[in-house]
């Protein structure tokens, strides 16, 4: 099918030698000056002559021809075709035809130009992304230096507030190292928030799976709050159901920062009545099983309007709320970040003055094999029946602080421990004495945790097999994974505290 706006601009007609119009092709152009079985003569008189005249099966073109149609002259191109019976012939509006060619002209010059000011953008865009990409590496090494800078000072506020918590002191002094605690794993949980969105960001967070525990996981993190709440009025109960399973594959570090998170905002706005966390199976496949958190509480819940925005980042429901409860605001827009790495899912309702509801709907992969439940059985116990009483424990860490807070937790494990102030120190001694494990900070002056660690065959022989481990604010995946592989065992990220600091020996030498 010829385009109608084509159609208008020529006429194919196939006529006898005589010029006796046979058939009218194709075209619309002048169509009404034409009829079969008329002379074509008597719109194109300078046709005479020439249909006999022209060779068989070779084109012939008339340039510049004028035809009168309704008192209209046209200036026209006709193609000539001559068969064995009959002669074709195609008439061109030729004043038609150079406007459509001077468009379609236009039309490519247009889309060189197009194409050429695209190129350039691209180029642009190019160099716009490797200066976004520099700045985000930029902000990404910023926020890790300042993680460090941040995250040394803290632990050693952390660890002094526990050491004056369990003096014999007064009441008042115990209030007041209480509330330096509180505003530490405030500041704490700021640094983390912040960490985790840049990683986010920049396209580093990657989840674990592995072999855990939904049920522990929910009551550790559930005890962990219980003990937080210093509410008389407030209640915490905890629903987990029997159908769960005993393990799944999954990120026991995320799924506890999700619930902690979603925790952590029942307890800040929830004054009097109850917080809920009810754990059950949504559903299940062959390959995975889905499970479901539900998290509520009887606090001052929302309007529609702020329920709308609770996922952004860095926004709080009233200005007060930083001021009252401190914090970023990063939370639920992290929760929700780290549920769509898991492909899960989170939903609230909320009612102002009745209360605010959390469900988060996460799918595991199901662990097929009874060996991983056998070893997190075994790793368990093993745990459990170490014990680090006479233990040779050696401690290089340049900060005084720091060494101080170390020595008081192994101290109450009655270990037989050594602290030295750098790396070079700690080489001296490793070249004469005997130890069991050896803890090492990263930065250190002469010699630091990475290059010790590396300098195992200067060792005393019966420590060139013993485990060490890195003490250090760096906990970024990337930096746990270059420790592993220069010959750390674990790492023990400040700040730490003193529970975790016991297990990860423990778990090192058993």
Do not use: W
Request: glycine share 4%; proline share 2%.
């Amino acid at each position: 099918m010829i385009p109608k706006n084509i159609a208008s601009i020529f006429i194919q007609i196939t006529t006898q030698f005589s010029g006796e119009i046979i058939s009218i092709d194709a075209g619309n152009f002048i169509k009404n000056e034409f009829s079969v079985k008329d002379s074509i003569y008597k719109t194109c008189p300078f046709l005479q002559g020439t249909l006999e005249a022209i060779e068989e099966n070779r084109s012939f073109l008339l340039e510049g021809m004028l035809i009168v149609s309704n008192g209209v002259e046209y200036n026209v191109d006709v193609e000539l075709q001559k068969q064995i019976n009959n002669v074709t012939v195609l008439v061109h509006n030729r004043a038609s035809v150079y406007k459509f060619v001077n468009q379609l002209n236009q039309n490519r010059n247009d889309l060189f130009f197009l194409k050429r000011e695209i190129d350039e953008k691209n180029k642009e865009l190019e160099e716009l992304r490797k200066i976004a990409d520099k700045a985000n590496e930029q902000k990404t090494r910023f926020l890790a230096m300042m993680s460090h800078e941040v995250r040394n000072p803290l632990n050693v506020i952390l660890g002094y507030s526990k050491m004056i918590s369990e003096e014999d002191i007064n009441a008042k002094v115990k209030e007041y190292s209480k509330l330096l605690s509180l505003s530490g794993e405030h500041l704490k949980v700021i640094v983390n928030d912040i960490l985790d969105l840049s990683r986010i960001e920049a396209g580093k967070l990657s989840l674990e799976s592995k072999p855990i525990q939904i049920a522990e996981i929910v009551k550790n993190c559930f005890e962990n709050y219980t003990h937080q709440n210093k509410k008389d009025t407030v209640r915490l109960v905890l629903s987990n159901h029997t159908e769960l399973p005993k393990l799944v594959l999954g990120d026991d570090v995320r799924l506890n920062q999700v619930l902690s998170n979603l925790l952590s905002n029942a307890l800040k706005f929830t004054e009097k009545g109850e917080i809920k966390i009810d754990v059950k199976v949504v559903k299940e496949t062959d390959e995975k099983i889905y499970i479901g958190f539900l998290v509520s509480d009887s606090g001052r819940g929302m309007m529609d309007v702020q329920v709308s925005k609770i996922f952004d980042e860095y926004t709080q429901n009233k200005k007060s709320d930083n001021r009252v409860f401190g914090g970023a605001g990063l939370g639920l827009s992290i929760v929700k970040r780290l549920l769509k790495a898991m492909d899960g899912k989170i939903t609230v309702n909320s009612k102002l003055n009745v209360g605010t509801t959390f469900t988060v709907t996460i799918p595991f992969l199901k662990v097929k094999s009874k060996k991983n439940e056998h070893k997190n059985t075994i790793t368990n116990q093993l745990t459990k029946g170490v014990d680090l009483n006479g233990k040779r424990i050696l401690v290089a860490d340049d900060d005084a602080l720091n060494q101080t807070i170390v020595a008081h937790i192994l101290k109450k494990e009655k270990v037989d421990f050594t602290l030295v102030k750098d790396g070079l120190e700690a080489l001296n001694i490793l070249k004469k004495e005997a130890f069991d494990i050896v803890l090492l900070d990263i930065h250190m002056p002469n010699i630091t945790g990475e290059q010790l660690v590396q300098k195992k065959y200067e060792f005393f022989k019966d420590n060139s097999t013993i485990p060490f481990l890195a003490l250090t604010a760096n906990t970024a995946k990337e930096d746990i994974e270059r420790y592993i592989k220069i010959g750390f065992n674990s790492v023990i990220g400040k700040p730490y505290t003193a529970a975790d600091f016991i297990k990860t020996i423990k778990t090192t030498l058993s």
